[in-house]
């Protein structure tokens, strides 16, 4: 975990380390949670939905 972190927060944007790190926790906890939730549901368009927005609100932040 520690090492993944590390990783995404070498590439992440941010004006220095500790930005980095907070952007790349941040995204994971993210991609973690909504795989989580689209799992969760049974509807699949929902699912899906959920998991295009979380796609679409990480590209976001990348554009800032």
Same mark, same amino acid.
């Given at each position: 975990? /520690?090492?993944?972190?590390? $990783?995404?927060? =070498?590439? %992440?944007?941010?004006a220095d380390?500790? +930005? /980095? /790190? @907070?952007? &790349?926790?941040?995204r994971w *906890? &993210?991609?973690?949670? &909504?795989?989580?939730? &689209? $799992? #969760? *549901?049974?509807? %699949? %368009? #929902?699912a899906e =939905?959920?998991?295009?927005? +979380? $796609?679409?609100?990480?590209?976001? @932040?990348? +554009?800032?």
């Open positions: 975990l /520690r090492e993944q972190l590390q $990783r995404m927060g =070498e590439t %992440a944007p941010g380390a500790a +930005a /980095r /790190r @907070r952007e &790349a926790i941040g *906890s &993210a991609m973690v949670g &909504a795989l989580t939730l &689209a $799992r #969760l *549901s049974d509807d %699949a %368009a #929902l =939905e959920i998991l295009e927005q +979380a $796609r679409s609100w990480i590209g976001e @932040r990348d +554009a800032q």
